[in-house]
């Protein structure tokens, strides 16, 4: 049976029995996209229409199915010309979804480290656990797929991924520092330093190591590497960085209690139903969604939903059924999207990421509505555009309705 490895840490390669493979596949974008993206889901059936958010996100494509088919074929036949066959199998298609395919026998470095850093954190035994994190340091090359850094889908599993080898790392220092093995800590620093050259803590160890050593012109040098990256103020020289050291892991270490505190501090992130603020805090976060939107492609929805007595209703009966519809609002809709009171009538709602198209939840909100016991008859209208990347205030007659419904009670 081949031997089938994948490397995302600091480059993107695959091998099969050691020798890299589909050196085209870097030709193709998309083609790499799609690989790296299905590998990063362990296997998981991802939609077709997650797919091509994903892979298109703001881009224009006049037929995004077509196209997910042809990058597939293209990545097959690759695979078909390198006569690999330990990986024609290695993407299935079934009911609209694409996945890795999960009973194909390959590692991952990716998977490695997390299982890794996940035994780590189980472990009692401090030596076993020494051992985990020398693994994590030696798997982690770098930044999780360097050239596709910027990609929403990769931002978030490489700050994980790298919060591993941080800790990995810091443990190590600590370890090596307390054993008084200045050889180690040299060697750890200048390969941390190779993946990151803007480290101060490891520019601060590997000066005292040096020292330690009695290699006072490599501590120098050391010094100046630090100063020229901008990472070490200008007036620290060797003799100095025991103090800077004692102060950036005494700053370490009271970070990481401020961090669990700020996290403490803030609301529960697991809040069912989507969030109710003022229209002030609303404009805020739609200002933020569409930089993200322009920065990176993600969709975003309004909505406007209104509502009309059939005659002159109490002000104090219209009120209450607003207030029911806020509530129907935030327990229908998704805690990713946010709502507010846009007139006395009116709620705005702001619908972010995929699924915000669709209309059926609000739907079951019209629905839910109309079921309330009320002495007046009232009209529930909505409304939903989808603002396009770059368009700033656009006009009402251009802005692209999804769908407009009204209904009488």
């Not at 910027?150 to 810091?170: F, G, K, N, Q």
């Not at 480290?199 to 040098?221: C, K, N, P, T």
Request: aromatic content about 6%.
């Amino acid at each position: 049976m081949a031997t089938i490895e994948i490397f995302m840490l600091g480059n993107f390669e695959i091998r099969v029995d050691g020798r890299p493979v589909l050196a085209q596949l870097s030709q193709s974008r998309k083609a790499t996209a799609l690989v790296q993206y299905l590998v990063l889901q362990r296997g998981a059936p991802v939609p077709h229409k997650v797919l091509i958010d994903t892979l298109w996100g703001g881009e224009r494509c006049a037929n995004p199915d077509m196209a997910l088919r042809a990058i597939l074929h293209r990545f097959r036949s690759m695979i078909s010309q390198e006569q690999l066959t330990a990986l024609e199998s290695c993407i299935l298609t079934s009911r609209g979804c694409y996945q890795w395919n999960p009973n194909l026998a390959c590692t991952v470095d990716v998977f490695q480290l997390e299982d890794l850093a996940a035994e780590a954190e189980r472990c009692d035994d401090p030596d076993k656990r020494l051992e985990h994190y020398q693994q994590i340091e030696t798997l982690y090359r770098g930044r999780l797929l360097p050239l596709s850094a910027s990609e929403p889908w990769v931002e978030s599993i490489a700050m994980h991924l790298h919060a591993y080898y941080r800790t990995a790392m810091l443990a190590l220092l600590e370890h090596y520092r307390k054993q008084g093995d200045s050889e180690r800590l040299v060697d750890l620093c200048e390969r941390g330093l190779e993946k990151n050259p803007r480290v101060e803590r490891l520019y601060l160890e590997l000066i005292m190591a040096l020292e330690d050593l009695g290699r006072h012109s490599d501590a120098q040098l050391a010094a100046r590497r630090g100063r020229a990256a901008g990472c070490l103020h200008h007036a620290i020289e060797p003799r100095q960085a025991a103090t800077a050291w004692r102060q950036a892991r005494k700053a370490d270490r009271n970070m990481e209690n401020d961090m669990a505190r700020l996290i403490t501090a803030l609301p529960d992130q697991e809040a069912d139903g989507a969030m109710l603020c003022s229209f002030e805090t609303f404009g805020e976060i739609y200002r933020m969604q569409r930089g993200l939107q322009a920065q990176y492609g993600v969709p975003i929805f309004l909505a406007l939903l209104t509502l009309t007595p059939t005659r002159n209703a109490d002000a104090a009966e219209t009120e209450r059924m607003m207030t029911a519809l806020g509530e129907l609002i935030h327990t229908g809709m998704r805690r990713c999207d946010v709502a507010a009171r846009y007139s006395d009538t009116q709620y705005a709602l702001l619908m972010c990421g995929t699924g915000g198209e669709d209309s059926t939840p609000l739907e079951h909100i019209k629905q839910a509505f109309y079921r309330i016991p009320t002495r007046e008859r009232y009209l529930m209208n909505y409304r939903v555009c989808a603002p396009r990347a770059g368009q700033n205030k656009p006009r009402a007659r251009r802005a692209r309705a999804v769908r407009k419904t009204k209904e009488t009670v």
